[in-house]
Nanobody
Framework: QVQLVESGGGLVQAGGSLRLSCAASGRTFGSYTMGWFRQAPGKDREFVAAVNWNSGLTDYSDSVKGRFTISRDNVKNTLYLQMNSLKPDDTAVYYC???????????????????WGQGTQVTVSS
């Protein structure tokens, strides 16, 4: 059974940085696509970033491109999201997710992900 546990959220001022972590267990993730999604109050879940665990290929939403960086540590089985130049609009619960489905067709589609963490709150004050 795949388990994903996020950490690293918190309160930060606009312009600041946070690094989220997602500890993954239960499988070998070489064939997986891993992603970060977020959901703000009253809004739909939104794709943030994804990585092909095997190849390292990454993709980002336009709203975070150039500010956020997704990465993974194959030894620690941990996914990261480095968030810089944070804005109040980045305030949301951030979720880590995993899927075995092919990367190119699914990376930004939340419905394609089978496994989800519990989420971690990120609050950016103005």
């Amino acid at each position: 059974q795949v388990q994903l546990v996020e950490s690293g959220g918190g309160l930060v001022q606009a312009g600041g940085s946070l690094r989220l972590s997602c500890a993954a267990s239960g499988r070998t993730f070489g064939s997986y696509t891993m992603g970060w999604f977020r959901q703000a109050p009253g809004k739909d879940r939104e794709f943030v970033a994804a990585v092909n665990w095997n190849s390292g290929l990454t993709d980002y939403s336009d709203s975070v491109k150039g500010r956020f960086t997704i990465s993974r540590d194959n030894v620690k089985n941990t996914l990261y999201l480095q968030m810089n130049s944070l804005k109040p609009d980045d305030t949301a619960v951030y979720y880590c997710a995993a899927t075995q489905r092919g990367y190119s067709n699914t990376y930004s589609n939340g419905n394609a992900y089978a496994y989800w963490g519990q989420g971690t709150q990120v609050t950016v004050s103005s």
